[in-house]
């Protein structure tokens, strides 16, 4: 029995069989849990979920607007609210680490740790990291982990800021960059891809990017209203995620599918 098969399914066979020995990235798309209003003047920059009080911590930014406040996911509304008085600044992404709020600041160089529950602004610090931008920000119960909008993933001392080691993420041995607004989740860092409609989960250790998560049909509106915000109930494994201007946070649940369809379409967009 002789078999033929054309030049175009040959390559496309190969192209297969390629991305499964050397490990294609996990993809993933989600359910909708649940919807939550939200905050549509609120230009997200960081999202964090409070295992202790139940809040949402939302860092947004925005010269002359930048601020932090706590929010009722089930309503929405604004319980505190602080408003950076220099007029200057531009905030970005936020953590909780033990009692205080640290939040960065894009292209100031500077970085605010807030009392967590009064939000009284006890320090100011400089960027000690060669890093000239700060955007996403979160940690793994030793080290804060940050982004710079590069594909550089910084892993800093909470208490000193120095920096202690670097990854450079990459996909196929390609750089991933526009690394924004990050959460660490089962040993993993999430982190939105700005401006598209994708978050990478990325290997702390060798950042290399094993799974992506396309969040296609969520509040579709603006051009500029982005994707960005990932928050993690830990105790519940609930996710949450929003992006900038958006009217909606949403709660989701993430299912893996099909690696082959998603890496041809992703191709065809020019996309992850």
Not at 211 to 226: S, Y
Request: net charge neutral; aromatic share 10%; charged share 20%.
């Amino acid at each position: 029995l002789q078999s033929q098969m054309s030049l175009p399914r040959l390559c496309l066979l190969s192209f297969i069989l390629i991305a499964v020995v050397f490990g294609a990235p996990n993809n993933f798309g989600y359910d909708i849990v649940q919807t939550y209003p939200h905050d549509a003047s609120a230009f997200t920059q960081g999202l964090v979920y409070d295992q202790e009080t139940g809040l949402m911590y939302e860092g947004t930014g925005l010269n002359a607007k930048s601020r932090i406040r706590t929010v009722n996911i089930t309503t929405g509304k604004v319980v505190q609210d602080f408003l950076i008085k220099d007029r200057s600044i531009f905030g970005e992404g936020i953590v909780i680490w033990k009692d205080k709020l640290i939040q960065l600041t894009w292209m100031n160089r500077i970085i605010y740790r807030y009392d967590k529950a009064t939000f009284f602004q006890g320090h100011t610090e400089v960027f000690p990291s060669p890093s000239s931008e700060g955007w996403g920000l979160t940690h793994d119960g030793k080290e804060l982990i940050m982004s710079d909008g590069t594909a550089t993933i910084w892993f800093l001392n909470p208490d000193t800021l120095q920096t202690i080691r670097t990854i450079q993420v990459e996909k196929d041995g390609v750089p991933v960059t526009r690394l924004n607004e990050l959460e660490y989740i089962k040993g993993k860092i999430w982190a939105n891809i700005w401006q598209t409609k994708w978050i990478v989960q990325i290997n702390p250790t060798t950042g290399v990017v094993d799974g992506r998560i396309n969040l296609d049909g969520l509040n579709p509106t603006r051009q500029g209203d982005v994707l960005n915000g990932i928050a993690y109930d830990e105790v519940e494994d609930r996710i949450y995620v929003t992006g900038k201007l958006w009217p909606v946070l949403y709660e989701i649940k993430i299912k893996r599918i099909n690696n082959r369809n998603v890496a041809l379409n992703a191709s065809r967009e020019g996309d992850l």
